[in-house]
């Protein structure tokens, strides 16, 4: 069984920057498309970016140029740095992890996720 655990999660005022980790145990990280996806209160879950097995990144226009995803499969963890934060920001944000070659915008297709880690970007 794969699980993924998320930290570094915390309150920002917006155009501050935080570091996101997500640590896979139980499988071969390097497997897996990790996805990071968001959801604000009253609203549904939506993706942020993802990084593939080759490391090639997509994101969010919304993100976009703010948001960098990395990954180092030797720790099984994957990174969402995120900076030139603003009040829309504030989510739980939560990892992903889809055991497969292609890659996917959509929540439902990705195996494993993490508990979620809290993002607040108040003044």
């Known amino acids: 069984q794969v699980q993924l655990v998320e930290s570094g999660g915390g309150m920002v005022q917006p155009g501050g920057s935080l570091r996101l980790s997500c640590t896979a145990s139980?499988?071969?990280?390097?497997?897996?498309?990790m996805g990071w996806f968001r959801q604000a209160p009253g609203k549904e879950r939506e993706f942020v970016g993802l990084i593939s097995r080759a490391e090639n990144t997509y994101y969010h226009d919304s993100v976009k140029g703010r948001f960098t995803i990395s990954r180092d499969n030797g720790k099984s963890t994957a990174y969402l740095s995120m900076n030139s934060l603003k009040l829309e920001d504030t989510a739980v944000y939560y990892c992903a992890a889809r055991n497969d070659v292609s890659i996917s915008r959509e929540a439902a297709l990705y195996d494993y996720w993490g508990q979620g880690t809290q993002v607040t970007v108040s003044s």
């Open positions: 139980g499988s071969t990280f390097s497997r897996f498309v």
